[in-house]
């Protein structure tokens, strides 16, 4: 039995669109039918007419994007799901139009143009986004923004003041408490909300005596490694940032020395105050 080899018939809304992207090759489609060639060259059109589209669509929204300077209010052009949040930012009033699903991250990169809290994992795990609310750290990647009605948020751009850095901020370059310094922000902004805990005698996984309840606790390298461990450094500076950490908190120069011991005489750093 002959089986007859028809080519597929197109419809009309299927020759609307080949003729409207791919007129040069309608004469082929039209007498041998769709070829694999043509329909990769289809996808890869509309692929990139839809990217083009998104783009397009977000600078609109962007563009559209308003400040009242006597209000200090930005709103966006197109919002889903919006809501209004007050909350200081570094010490100055902001008000927002957000979506009620945008991380406080998101808010302070995208609609403040607050760029130093870095978005590393976006899932909580590193620590990159770390910022301080009401004397307290947060990962703000976690943290939606419309929870943050009438607190107050100080970012790596608010602790410096009238030009002269943080203590904390300070003792990182003196000790090269950085590599890539992408972390640094997180990892700066949890030092200085740390040196508040151990002030109010806040205890750890690692405190010998949990239920002391001591004004003020002094911090070891134990107590610095397990307090600082949700930031994470993938250039592995920790040495260094426990030495900053606690240079400050204790007030006295930490001076940073090496000692050869144990098998195959393998380094072990130390420090030493």
């Known amino acids: 039995m002959e089986i ?22 309608m004469n082929e489609i039209s007498a041998l039918g769709v070829q694999r060639r ?51 930012v570094n010490g100055a009033r902001k008000a927002l139009e957000v979506d009620s699903r945008m991380t406080l991250l998101d808010a ?19 620590g990159a986004c770390t910022v301080i609310v009401d004397g307290r750290r947060i990962l703000s990647c976690l943290t939606l923004a419309a929870t943050c009605e ?27 408490g950085f590599q890539c310094g992408y972390c640094t922000p997180g990892q700066i902004c949890s030092a200085v909300a740390l040196m508040t805990e151990a002030k109010n005698g806040e205890a750890s996984y690692v405190t010998a005596n949990v239920r002391a309840k001591a004004t003020s606790l002094q911090l070891s390298d134990d107590e610095i490694r397990e307090r600082m461990s949700g930031n994470i450094c993938r250039c592995g500076a920790y040495p260094n940032i426990i030495a900053a950490i606690k240079e400050v908190h204790s007030g006295k120069d930490v001076v940073q020395t090496w000692q050869f011991t144990g098998e195959n005489n393998q380094p072990t750093f130390t420090t030493g105050g």
């Open 108 to 126: 302070l990169r995208e609609r403040l143009e607050l760029t130093g809290s870095k978005k590393g994992c976006d899932h909580g795990q590193c």
């Open 38 to 88: 043509h329909f990769l060259k289809l996808i890869t059109l509309t692929g990139g007419a839809l990217f083009v589209f998104q783009m397009l669509d977000r600078h609109q929204i962007f563009a559209q994007s308003s400040v009242d300077p006597a209000l200090n209010i930005v709103k966006a052009g197109s919002i889903e799901n919006s809501v209004n949040v007050a909350f200081r």
């Open 4 to 25: 007859e080899n028809k080519k597929p018939s197109l419809t009309e809304e299927e020759k609307t669109l080949f003729e409207k992207l791919m007129p040069e090759d």
């Open 150 to 176: 009438g607190k107050s948020v100080t970012t790596i751009e608010g602790l410096a003041k009238r030009g002269a850095l943080h203590p904390v901020q300070a003792a990182f370059i003196k000790h090269d």
